[in-house]
């Protein structure tokens, strides 16, 4: 999953409440760890201040402020229903590999215009589609 978030432009970072220790079975490079929930949040904000736009994937309470702090919260069903409530999307699968897929599913359904069949063109009231597909293997 870190291989095709980086190739479809994402820097990963791990924010964890654990040790630096245990995160690294993660295998991610950037670590950042023994954070509060609001230590969190504040790194988010600091992103977004920086003219990034990040995207927060979580699923326990001390997740949830970072989760509503991101340009956009992605929750597990695992997860607390406080951190499902604070999120914008809540993925329906265990697996965290389907994050790309995701991320690539969402952004060509909002490039996909919009044909209404008795017209024949592009709608002038509607000119995107959000649509939904099952996730990989399931």
């Known amino acids: 999953a870190l291989a095709a978030l980086e190739r479809i432009g994402f820097t990963v970072e791990v924010l964890t409440g ?4 245990r995160a690294a079975i993660t295998n991610v ?9 609001h230590d ?6 600091s992103l977004k201040s920086q003219g990034f736009r990040p995207l927060m994937v979580g ?3 001390n997740d949830a402020s970072a989760l509503a702090s991101a340009h956009v919260g992605v929750a597990l069903t695992s997860g607390t229903d406080l951190a499902i409530g604070a999120a914008d999307v809540t993925l329906h699968h265990g697996d965290l590999r389907v994050i790309p897929w995701a ?9 996909r215009p919009v044909v209404l069949p008795h017209m024949g063109k592009r709608s002038p009231i509607c000119g995107r589609v959000y649509g939904s597909r099952s996730l990989p293997g399931t």
């Not at 654990?18 to 220790?21: F, G």
């Open 29 to 37: 490079p950037a670590i950042r760890a023994n954070l509060l929930p």
């Open 18 to 21: 654990d040790r630096a220790e």
């Open 103 to 111: 991320i690539e599913e969402s952004r060509a359904a909002v490039d």
């Open 40 to 45: 969190k949040q504040l790194h988010i904000e």
């Open 59 to 61: 699923d326990g309470t």
